[in-house]
């Protein structure tokens, strides 16, 4: 119809009343969609009301359930499903914040009785937006049904819905999903490594004995970065040895800092030999962080390399050089200090003047 | 004569598809947006940003203030700068040789010591005087050097950053205390991103204690309204939507984060230019994105930073020449990425819309409005011309106000009450009528003023909105 009228309009009146009417009916169009607007804005407000009742009448329940010996099936009995929803966005911040036998207490919420039914029909529907808020419930509430479907999941071609089923897994410590989320984040390019670390994160350090596993015949270098650094999250030990070995052989210069990290966390003054070479690295970045780790590892034997890295070409190098030397040098200070104070216009001493007097400034 | 109708009638009707063309690409960058606002909406809903302080991954950040004669507000401001909520960062406060009190205000507030000091890059600036850091708070340091303008004290607060991220703000901004988390997220989620934009929303009106916002509100200026219209418009839907395209050609200096190696990559801000925060950017995609077309200048649609706005005509009309002037500046600088294929989107498409949308824009709608009224006048257009022409200037910008108020009600909501909404269709209504054309004719004379050889930057009074 509305291409028929256009076709009349365009035989029947010149180009330019077409035009103006057009634009006249574009704005009828927007003054309905001002008016809808409306509408939904008092509906919303309507609907925040309801929400704002629900929370105070739920607030009390929740804390005596917390308190006393209620079954968590009764306590759900009393909601209608159509506001599920609401419930699971108030206990959010509870699932957030609680640990120990009130969390265990506040899962059963959601493990035990239809909440769980209901979040796995979200979980299997083709909505991201249901996926996303099934998944993310269930991973809080560490909900063991789940991890077959959020496996599925992981096989997404939806970016949103590989995270959030990821985040899922990885609160539920399930430790098989690890090696599926390396294999499926391949897929999207521009899943970085920091996303990965923080999903990863969300583990405990189980995950830690079967990375450990991988990593002595992983070869994909992002991989063996991400790994090492959760090495460093969960404090890893036992992984030294081999981080060390990795690490001499890696040419990924982000292995290597992650490794140097690592080893300055675990303090494992083993690492002291082999950053004996690269304290003088062609990467600033290297050098940097091997002044770092030696600040934690304190082997005064490097005192002299590190003296020569305060004339290196990096400011940053120079400057983690004098801090370095006044952690592991006894009675360094001064001789810095006589340094710094003695040579006014070399850049060196510069920065070890700065180094001082923002050390005055923080004791 | 004849001649002279088919000449002022060729004219009229190119003005005439001028003005169409603008608001239909508007009204498609609001729709484009609209979508990428919701998908981002859908994706931070759930993604307990506060979650970065149990990582060993996040990144530090350097907050760099530049302040010149801030002395009402300089306080308030760090104190709230200070409770931003990140893992770590450092506070850069750049005192641009104010000649009011804001360096004693600072002594006074946060016992502040002098510090010897040597700048860790050579980025051009002005020469620091001293340097001092807070015994207070450790992560808060002072800059004080011979005033060289916003870009030079910039510049001079990234040679003494720490971290390898820079955020630059105005010192009489406020932020949402979240906003170090969600601008951070685009350089975690993609390592290609060298610069984030955050969006800039309007205070007046808005109820702020010790520099935080406590209730989001309208102001009773219907100036101040009609700005909140057009940052709606412009600056959130505009820009997001450029952003689909890996378009930003500019991110509001009032609050933006760069990684440092891109900015010591390319020299750092361009000292003495009137478009600092437009330039910057157009260099990053000229000098970095031609070397390496992955990375990304991005923009996330989160409502971040709140700045006040002119409320009057004096203060806003020196506001928008200057900004035509910077606009102007940045083209000029960088005028061989149009329709430069080297570029991609950028020199093809974002670029010449810049070019002739922002920059020539004024000329044209004004010429247009004038060439019209007087062509009407000797009888040289029809009826039914007159009134496309005033429907698609006028009545097409009524349309793309209030979707830009519709889309703001759909994805944030942030104007609580339904009054509110009510009067900011309002606002887009009437912007429409007066206000539009008079920041063109701002905008024109700007440009005239560029031309001609003015291009300070003016003055800039604020009234404050410290409570």
Same mark, same amino acid.
């Given at each position: 119809?509305?291409?028929?009228?256009?076709?009349?309009?365009?035989?029947?009146?010149?180009?330019?009343?077409?035009?103006?009417?057009?634009?006249?009916?574009?704005?009828?169009?927007?003054?309905?969609?001002?008016?809808?607007?409306?509408?939904?804005?008092?509906?919303?407000?309507?609907?925040?009301?309801?929400?704002?009742?629900?929370?105070?009448?739920?607030?009390e329940r929740i804390f005596n359930y917390l308190e006393g010996d209620e079954k968590p099936q009764t306590l759900i009995k009393k909601i209608r499903r159509g506001k599920y929803i609401?419930?699971?966005?108030?206990?959010?911040?509870?699932?957030?914040?609680?640990?120990?036998?009130?969390?265990?207490?506040?899962?059963?919420?959601?493990?035990?009785?239809?909440?769980?039914?209901?979040?796995?029909?979200?979980?299997?529907?083709?909505?991201?937006?249901k996926i996303n808020e099934a998944a993310y419930f269930l991973g809080l509430a560490k909900s063991e049904a789940s991890k077959r479907l959020l496996r599925k999941k992981l096989r997404?071609?939806?970016?949103?819905?590989?995270?959030?089923?990821?985040?899922?897994?990885?609160?539920?410590?399930?430790?098989?999903?690890?090696?599926?989320?390396?294999?499926?984040?391949?897929?999207?390019?521009?899943?970085?490594?920091?996303?990965?670390?923080?999903?990863?994160?969300?583990?405990?350090?189980?995950?830690?004995?079967?990375?450990?596993?991988?990593?002595?015949?992983?070869?994909?270098?992002?991989?063996?970065?991400?790994?090492?650094?959760?090495?460093?999250?969960?404090?890893?030990?036992?992984?030294?040895?081999?981080?060390?070995?990795?690490?001499?052989?890696?040419?990924?210069?982000?292995?290597?800092?992650?490794?140097?990290?690592?080893?300055?966390?675990?303090?494992?003054?083993?690492?002291?030999?082999?950053?004996?070479?690269?304290?003088?690295?062609?990467?600033?970045?290297?050098?940097?962080?091997?002044?770092?780790?030696?600040?934690?590892?304190?082997?005064?034997?490097?005192?002299?390399?590190?003296?020569?890295?305060?004339?290196?070409?990096?400011?940053?190098?120079?400057?983690?050089?004098?801090?370095?030397?006044?952690?592991?040098?006894?009675?360094?200070?001064?001789?810095?200090?006589?340094?710094?104070?003695?040579?006014?216009?070399?850049?060196?001493?510069?920065?070890?003047?700065?180094?001082?007097?923002?050390?005055?400034?923080?004791? | 004569?004849?001649?002279?109708?088919?000449?002022?009638?060729?004219?009229?009707?190119?003005?005439?598809?001028?003005?169409?063309?603008?608001?239909?690409?508007?009204?498609?960058?609001?729709?484009?947006?609209?979508?990428?606002?919701?998908?981002?909406?859908?994706?931070?809903?759930?993604?307990?940003?506060?979650?970065?302080?149990?990582?060993?991954?996040?990144?530090?950040?350097?907050?760099?203030?530049?302040?010149?004669?801030?002395?009402?507000?300089?306080?308030?401001?760090?104190?709230?700068?200070?409770?931003?909520?990140?893992?770590?960062?450092?506070?850069?406060?750049?005192?641009?040789?104010?000649?009011?009190?804001?360096?004693?205000?600072?002594?006074?507030?946060?016992?502040?010591?002098?510090?010897?000091?040597?700048?860790?890059?050579?980025?051009?600036?002005?020469?620091?005087?001293?340097?001092?850091?807070?015994?207070?708070?450790?992560?808060?340091?002072?800059?004080?050097?011979?005033?060289?303008?916003?870009?030079?004290? !910039?510049?001079? @607060?990234? /040679?003494?950053?720490?971290?390898?991220?820079?955020? $630059?703000?105005?010192?009489? %901004?406020? =932020?949402? #205390?979240?906003?170090?988390?969600?601008?951070?997220?685009?350089?975690?989620?993609?390592?290609?991103?060298?610069?984030?934009?955050?969006?800039?929303? !309007?205070?007046? @009106?808005? /109820?702020?204690?010790?520099?935080?916002?406590?209730? $989001?509100?309208?102001?009773? %200026?219907? =100036?101040? #309204?009609?700005?909140?219209?057009?940052?709606?418009?412009?600056?959130?839907?505009?820009?997001?939507?450029?952003?689909?395209?890996?378009?930003?050609? !500019?991110?509001? @200096?009032?609050?933006?984060?760069?990684?440092?190696?891109?900015?010591?990559?390319?020299?750092?801000?361009?000292?003495?230019?009137?478009?600092?925060?437009?330039?910057?950017?157009?260099?990053?995609?000229?000098?970095?994105?031609?070397?390496?077309?992955?990375?990304?200048?991005?923009?996330?649609?989160?409502?971040?930073?709140?700045?006040?706005?002119?409320?009057?005509?004096?203060?806003?009309?020196?506001?928008?020449?200057?900004?035509?002037?910077?606009?102007?500046?940045?083209?000029?600088?960088?005028?061989?990425?149009?329709?430069?294929?080297?570029?991609?989107?950028?020199?093809?498409?974002?670029?010449?819309?810049?070019?002739?949308?922002?920059?020539?824009?004024?000329?044209?709608?004004?010429?247009?409005?004038?060439?019209?009224?007087?062509?009407?006048?000797?009888?040289?257009?029809?009826?039914?011309?007159?009134?496309?022409?005033?429907?698609?200037?006028?009545?097409?910008?009524?349309?793309?106000?209030?979707?830009?108020?519709?889309?703001?009600?759909?994805?944030?909501?942030?104007?609580?009450?339904?009054?509110?909404?009510?009067?900011?269709?309002?606002?887009?209504?009437?912007?429409?009528?007066?206000?539009?054309?008079?920041?063109?004719?701002?905008?024109?004379?700007?440009?005239?003023?560029?031309?001609?050889?003015?291009?300070?930057?003016?003055?800039?009074?604020?009234?404050?909105?410290?409570?």
């Amino acid at each position: 119809m509305f291409i028929y009228l256009g076709v009349f309009l365009v035989i029947h009146i010149d180009i330019f009343s077409f035009l103006a009417l057009t634009i006249f009916a574009l704005l009828i169009i927007t003054y309905i969609l001002v008016i809808q607007v409306v509408l939904l804005r008092l509906l919303h407000g309507y609907q925040t009301k309801q929400e704002q009742k629900f929370f105070a009448v739920w607030e009390e329940r929740i804390f005596n359930y917390l308190e006393g010996d209620e079954k968590p099936q009764t306590l759900i009995k009393k909601i209608r499903r159509g506001k599920y929803i609401y419930l699971l966005r108030y206990l959010r911040e509870f699932f957030l914040m609680l640990k120990g036998d009130d969390f265990a207490k506040l899962s059963s919420l959601i493990n035990e009785t239809k909440l769980q039914p209901f979040l796995l029909s979200y979980l299997q529907s083709g909505s991201p937006r249901k996926i996303n808020e099934a998944a993310y419930f269930l991973g809080l509430a560490k909900s063991e049904a789940s991890k077959r479907l959020l496996r599925k999941k992981l096989r997404s071609e939806n970016a949103s819905v590989f995270l959030s089923s990821a985040l899922a897994l990885a609160r539920l410590n399930d430790i098989d999903a690890v090696f599926d989320i390396f294999r499926n984040a391949r897929h999207f390019k521009f899943i970085s490594k920091d996303s990965l670390l923080a999903i990863l994160s969300e583990y405990t350090d189980d995950v830690c004995k079967p990375l450990f596993q991988n990593l002595k015949r992983e070869k994909n270098v992002l991989i063996q970065s991400i790994t090492i650094t959760l090495f460093r999250h969960f404090k890893f030990y036992q992984a030294g040895e081999m981080v060390l070995k990795i690490m001499v052989y890696s040419p990924s210069k982000d292995v290597i800092i992650e490794s140097i990290k690592f080893f300055s966390t675990i303090e494992l003054f083993e690492a002291s030999t082999a950053l004996r070479s690269l304290i003088t690295h062609p990467k600033a970045e290297i050098r940097s962080e091997v002044l770092k780790a030696l600040a934690v590892l304190g082997d005064e034997s490097f005192e002299q390399r590190i003296w020569d890295r305060m004339y290196d070409s990096e400011y940053e190098v120079q400057y983690n050089a004098v801090i370095t030397l006044m952690k592991i040098i006894p009675g360094s200070e001064e001789k810095i200090s006589r340094f710094a104070y003695g040579n006014l216009k070399d850049r060196a001493a510069a920065i070890a003047r700065m180094v001082l007097s923002e050390r005055n400034i923080k004791n | 004569m004849e001649i002279i109708k088919y000449i002022v009638f060729g004219f009229n009707t190119l003005i005439l598809l001028y003005f169409l063309a603008v608001c239909s690409i508007y009204i498609t960058l609001n729709i484009i947006a609209f979508f990428k606002m919701s998908k981002y909406n859908r994706t931070i809903k759930y993604l307990d940003l506060k979650r970065v302080f149990k990582l060993t991954n996040y990144k530090p950040i350097s907050v760099i203030v530049p302040a010149y004669n801030e002395e009402n507000g300089i306080v308030e401001s760090i104190k709230s700068l200070l409770q931003l909520e990140y893992p770590d960062f450092q506070l850069v406060i750049v005192n641009d040789g104010s000649n009011d009190n804001t360096l004693q205000k600072l002594f006074e507030n946060f016992s502040i010591r002098q510090v010897s000091f040597t700048p860790f890059y050579k980025l051009k600036s002005q020469p620091i005087r001293s340097v001092y850091m807070s015994s207070e708070y450790p992560n808060l340091i002072v800059i004080d050097k011979v005033n060289g303008g916003k870009a030079d004290a !910039i510049n001079a @607060g990234i /040679n003494l950053a720490k971290s390898p991220l820079i955020t $630059v703000i105005d010192a009489d %901004s406020v =932020l949402e #205390r979240d906003c170090l988390l969600k601008i951070v997220r685009p350089f975690m989620d993609d390592e290609n991103v060298i610069a984030v934009g955050g969006t800039i929303r !309007i205070a007046n @009106g808005c /109820n702020i204690l010790h520099g935080n916002i406590l209730n $989001v509100g309208l102001s009773k %200026s219907w =100036l101040a #309204r009609f700005q909140v219209v057009e940052y709606l418009r412009a600056f959130l839907f505009g820009r997001n939507g450029f952003d689909v395209l890996n378009g930003i050609l !500019i991110i509001s @200096g009032a609050f933006s984060c760069f990684s440092r190696d891109a900015l010591i990559k390319i020299d750092g801000y361009r000292a003495g230019c009137i478009g600092e925060d437009m330039e910057i950017i157009v260099r990053m995609h000229r000098k970095l994105r031609r070397e390496n077309p992955k990375l990304r200048i991005t923009f996330i649609p989160d409502p971040v930073c709140w700045t006040e706005a002119p409320e009057t005509f004096k203060v806003l009309r020196s506001q928008r020449m200057r900004w035509q002037k910077g606009t102007v500046d940045s083209i000029l600088l960088h005028k061989n990425l149009f329709m430069n294929p080297a570029y991609g989107w950028i020199g093809m498409l974002v670029f010449p819309y810049f070019a002739l949308f922002e920059m020539l824009g004024p000329v044209i709608e004004i010429f247009g409005y004038f060439f019209f009224i007087f062509s009407f006048a000797l009888g040289f257009v029809t009826i039914s011309f007159a009134v496309a022409f005033l429907t698609t200037a006028i009545l097409y910008g009524v349309v793309l106000s209030v979707l830009s108020v519709i889309l703001e009600e759909l994805s944030f909501q942030r104007y609580p009450k339904l009054s509110q909404l009510l009067s900011l269709i309002a606002a887009a209504f009437l912007e429409n009528f007066g206000y539009r054309q008079l920041t063109t004719w701002w905008r024109f004379r700007g440009m005239v003023e560029y031309f001609t050889g003015k291009r300070h930057w003016g003055k800039m009074e604020k009234k404050g909105f410290v409570k």
